[in-house]
Antibody
Framework: DVQLVESGGGLVQPGGSLRLSCAAS????????MTWVRQAPGKGLEWVSA????????YYAGSVKGRFTISRDNSNNTLFLQMNNLRVEDTAIYYC?????????????????WGKGTTVIVS | IQMTQSPSSLSASVGDRVTITCRAS??????LNWYQHKAGEAPKVLIY???TLQNGVPSRFSGSGFGTEFTLTITNVQPDDFATYYC?????????FGQGTKVEV
């Protein structure tokens, strides 16, 4: 069964750091791009970052560029999001999601599998 | 690219037909996806490429549109359909979402 399980969320002070992880199973991990999406309290979904499958080419939303780093360990089927210099407005549930293609910027792409999220509170 | 959904929320009864609109700030061809999200659960893709139904999604969901205006229609709304729906463009990064439409009883 295809599954994504996020971990690493928690309470952190402004300016602090957290590293989120997403454990993947049930599919050939390095064949697919992966994405982080977040949802702040009372708000909608916000695309945060994506990374290609085999070449680890990365993409970021402007709101996190320079502060967050997406990476992946294909040998351990794990996706990461290193979050530095956290701000109150980064408070959200963070979801990881599997893309449909290896390259993260294929125009026909969508996210077909999602985790249940991990909560980050910056306060 | 800015994505704008309307309405932000709507009330419906079981059996109703519901239509949600999504507008893009520039043309995105058919690179538009629809997701369903329930609180505490993982989001779920319903439709990709504007009108293609994801495997396993009930046929009461349908999507249409091209360019800048798109619609998601739910015919014969079922109890399991009460949720928030998001459109998302996949033409460029960042892959922006609409602000969501909450479908309530």
């Amino acid at each position: 069964d295809v599954q994504l399980v996020e971990s690493g969320g928690g309470l952190v002070q402004p300016g602090g750091s957290l590293r989120l992880s997403c454990a993947a199973s049930g599919f050939t991990f390095d064949s697919y791009a992966m994405t982080w999406v977040r949802q702040a309290p009372g708000k909608g979904l916000e695309w945060v970052s994506a990374v290609s499958g085999s070449r680890s080419i990365t993409y970021y939303a402007g709101s996190v560029k320079g502060r967050f780093t997406i990476s992946r360990d294909n040998s351990n089927n794990t996706l990461f999001l290193q979050m530095n210099n956290l701000r109150v407005e980064d408070t959200a549930i963070y979801y990881c999601a599997k893309n449909m293609y290896d390259i993260a910027v294929v125009t026909e792409d969508y996210m077909d599998v999602w985790g249940k999220g991990t909560t980050v509170i910056v306060s | 690219i800015q994505m704008t959904q309307s309405p932000s929320s709507l009330s419906a009864s079981v059996g109703d037909r519901v239509t949600i609109t999504c507008r893009a700030s520039q043309t995105i061809s058919a690179y538009l996806n629809w997701y369903q999200h329930k609180a505490g659960e993982a989001p779920k893709v319903l439709i990709y490429l504007a009108s293609t139904l994801q495997n396993g999604v009930p046929s009461r969901f349908s999507g249409s549109g091209f360019g800048t205006e798109f619609t998601l229609t739910i015919t014969n709304v079922q109890p399991d359909d009460f949720a928030t729906y998001y459109c998302q463009q996949s033409l460029t990064t960042p892959r922006t979402f609409g602000q969501g439409t909450k479908v309530e009883v």
